[in-house]
């Protein structure tokens, strides 16, 4: 199994701020996602993110609203950008241990925004 | 669109009564097929997985699941449940050709009282 830290656990916002979610992992992966689960929902993707490579958006998110960073095989952030009440959320970060396709998750950035 | 459906989102049972919660999913010719539990203020931890191999897979805390092709279905059992067992219960599906995406169900409320 792998090990996710995600930085910060919880985090209370103001309307038209921005937060940068931080996900570290203990061991080199490929695939990186980040998903989010608005209150009483079940998760819905935001974006797959690959080493050296441009974020790959689901439907419905883009990369405006949420930037995606993933400077090497351990670490990535999420930036929800001018955030608004619909944004608060929690954030998951999980990364994929192939071929089983199983993912692992981090224990969620839990966002409020007032 | 491919679909995951949890027909219930919330089971109250009692403590030592059996469980099974409900999963189908859209039609595929391929599958792999999970469960996940989020308990409290926490992340998702993997119950257990079907890949390939015997329809009837076993999972932590006594958990187990069968995977039935015909009704493509993949629902969840435990024989008698405790207390602690109460948590979200989260479906998820990845279906072949979708890039390792896991697809998941709006979620089961499990609530086991005294």
């Known amino acids: 199994s792998a090990v996710i830290s995600q930085k910060p656990s919880r985090d209370i916002c103001q309307r038209g701020t921005s937060l940068t979610i931080q996900c570290q992992v203990d061991?080199?992966?490929?695939?990186m996602f980040w998903y989010r689960q608005q209150p009483g929902q079940s998760l819905t993707l935001i974006a797959t993110a690959n080493q050296g490579s441009e974020a790959t958006y689901e439907s419905g998110f883009v990369i405006d609203k949420f930037p995606i960073s993933r400077p090497n095989l351990t670490f990535s952030t999420l930036t929800v950008s001018n955030m608004s009440p619909e944004d608060s959320s929690i954030y998951l970060c999980s990364v994929e241990r192939t071929p089983t396709g199983e993912l692992f998750f981090g224990e969620g950035s839990r966002l409020t925004v007032l | 669109a491919q679909s995951v459906t949890q027909l219930d989102s919330q089971v109250p049972v009692f403590e030592e009564a059996p469980v099974e919660l409900r999963c189908n999913y859209s039609s595929s010719v391929s599958v792999y097929l999970f469960w996940y539990v989020q308990y409290p203020n926490q992340g998702l931890q993997l119950l257990l997985k079907y890949l390939s191999g015997s329809t009837l897979v076993k999972g932590i805390n006594g958990f187990e699941a069968e995977f039935n092709k015909s009704q493509t279905s993949f629902h969840l059992r435990k024989p008698s449940v405790h207390i602690s067992d109460t948590a979200e219960y989260f479906c998820a599906v990845i279906f072949g050709g979708s890039n390792y995406k896991l697809t998941f169900g709006k979620g089961t409320l499990l609530t086991v009282n005294p």
């Open positions: 061991s080199q992966v490929t695939m």
